[in-house]
């Protein structure tokens, strides 16, 4: 963990251009796979994959649903996948639902995949999915929420250490006074406590004169965001930064602001990093989010399926589960203009 928490904390201005998957515990066993990585796009080099005989290689992804960030992963796993012209990659649509995902990884397990990348819609309830995976020889990467059934390795985002420096960066914005509020996601998902606790946190170690007033579910939802703040607001006229738990409640609460007459008197933070967060920034109206190249994250899954795949490293070589923590930065106006297009999702 102190090699993940370096890795995430170090240097993080010039990561954008210099990442490279360093030490990270799936590392090991990949680290022969790589070539240099370009520094414009992030991409790796990758060696072609020999499978025996030229056998080609099932792989699928079941989503947890149809939003930015799983489309963003799978085309980073695709940016892996295709020049090894012996993988069949396909993506499917988990719809948001437990039994979707456990029939989908029922046909995929009898189709013969190889490796099956799951972001699971409830980590016990595909536990007995994964099982079967690897009774059948089949090696299951999750992306961003972990499963309690142990699997070959897990890749997500900074969400605690991340959420610690957004407080961090919030109330350095507000003078290291006032009141805050939280637009929060549902609970029952680790990411949300991951990201709630980290916030938390990191106003108790870095702004502890910083209350936090309000925590209400806003469902993920932009929409929904806009009337949790607003009902915030009137009972907190004096609110002086609002974190969303997502870029999507954030942009909410930035509506809310533009509506009001508040944008640069109130501080919004919010965390993921996508296109839209990024734009709002530089326009000056969103002060900042946790951006993550989710990308990135999606070629570095992918270049482990094909270690493992391959027959390079089998899946027994991991003695214990691989868990790679992404790298990030604290975008704001100074620093959105480090991140690239081809960075952007």
Request: glycine share 10%; hydrophobic share 45%; proline share 3%.
């Given at each position: 963990?102190?090699?993940?928490?370096?890795?995430?904390?170090?240097?993080?201005?010039?990561?954008?251009?210099?990442?490279?998957?360093?030490?990270?515990?799936?590392?090991?066993?990949?680290?022969?796979?790589?070539?240099?990585?370009?520094?414009?796009?992030?991409?790796?080099?990758?060696?072609?994959?020999?499978?025996?005989?030229?056998?080609?290689?099932?792989?699928?992804f079941i989503k947890y649903a149809?939003?930015?960030?799983?489309?963003?992963?799978?085309?980073?796993?695709?940016?892996?996948?295709?020049?090894?012209?012996?993988?069949?990659?396909?993506?499917?649509?988990?719809?948001?639902?437990?039994?979707?995902q456990v029939s989908l990884m029922?046909?995929?397990?009898?189709?013969?995949?190889?490796?099956?990348?799951?972001?699971?819609?409830?980590?016990?309830?595909?536990?007995?999915?994964?099982?079967?995976?690897?009774?059948?020889?089949?090696?299951?990467?999750?992306?961003?929420?972990?499963?309690?059934?142990?699997?070959?390795?897990?890749?997500?985002?900074?969400?605690?250490?991340?959420?610690?420096?957004?407080?961090?960066?919030?109330?350095?914005?507000?003078?290291?006074?006032?009141?805050?509020?939280?637009?929060?996601?549902?609970?029952?998902?680790?990411?949300?406590?991951?990201?709630?606790?980290?916030?938390?946190?990191?106003?108790?170690?870095?702004?502890?004169?910083?209350?936090?007033?309000?925590?209400?579910?806003?469902?993920?939802?932009?929409?929904?965001?806009?009337?949790?703040?607003?009902?915030?607001?009137?009972?907190?006229?004096?609110?002086?930064?609002?974190?969303?738990?997502?870029?999507?409640?954030?942009?909410?609460?930035?509506?809310?602001?533009?509506?009001?007459?508040?944008?640069?008197?109130?501080?919004?933070?919010?965390?993921?990093?996508?296109?839209?967060?990024?734009?709002?920034?530089?326009?000056?109206?969103?002060?900042?989010?946790?951006?993550?190249?989710?990308?990135?994250?999606?070629?570095?899954?992918?270049?482990?399926?094909?270690?493992?795949?391959?027959?390079?490293?089998p899946a027994t070589a991991f003695?214990?589960?691989?868990?790679?923590?992404?790298?990030?930065?604290?975008?704001?106006?100074?620093?959105?203009?480090?991140?690239?297009?081809?960075?952007?999702?």
């Amino acid at each position: 963990m102190t090699e993940e928490i370096k890795n995430t904390t170090n240097d993080r201005r010039h990561f954008l251009k210099n990442i490279a998957l360093g030490s990270a515990a799936i590392g090991g066993a990949a680290m022969g796979l790589f070539g240099n990585s370009d520094p414009s796009t992030g991409l790796f080099g990758v060696q072609k994959a020999n499978a025996a005989d030229d056998a080609r290689l099932k792989m699928a992804f079941i989503k947890y649903a149809t939003d930015t960030v799983s489309s963003a992963w799978s085309k980073g796993i695709e940016d892996v996948l295709t020049p090894q012209q012996i993988v069949d990659y396909k993506l499917l649509d988990g719809q948001g639902k437990a039994e979707v995902q456990v029939s989908l990884m029922d046909t995929l397990i009898s189709d013969g995949n190889s490796v099956i990348f799951l972001q699971p819609v409830d980590s016990v309830a595909l536990a007995p999915s994964i099982q079967k995976a690897k009774r059948a020889g089949i090696s299951v990467i999750t992306l961003n929420i972990d499963a309690t059934e142990a699997h070959a390795a897990h890749v997500e985002m900074n969400h605690y250490f991340g959420a610690m420096d957004i407080a961090k960066a919030m109330g350095d914005a507000m003078g290291g006074k006032g009141d805050v509020a939280i637009l929060n996601a549902p609970p029952g998902i680790i990411i949300r406590d991951l990201r709630t606790n980290g916030f938390v946190d990191g106003m108790k170690k870095h702004h502890p004169e910083i209350k936090i007033v309000a925590d209400q579910v806003a469902e993920w939802s932009r929409k929904k965001a806009q009337d949790v703040l607003a009902t915030i607001l009137a009972a907190n006229p004096k609110l002086g930064g609002v974190y969303g738990v997502n870029d999507a409640m954030a942009l909410g609460a930035v509506d809310v602001a533009k509506d009001k007459g508040l944008i640069g008197k109130l501080v919004i933070f919010g965390n993921d990093g996508e296109t839209g967060a990024l734009e709002s920034i530089a326009a000056g109206e969103l002060t900042g989010t946790q951006f993550t190249d989710v990308h990135q994250q999606g070629r570095f899954a992918a270049s482990a399926a094909v270690v493992l795949a391959s027959g390079m490293v089998p899946a027994t070589a991991f003695k214990k589960q691989g868990h790679l923590l992404m790298p990030y930065v604290i975008a704001t106006k100074d620093t959105v203009g480090q991140i690239t297009p081809a960075q952007r999702w």
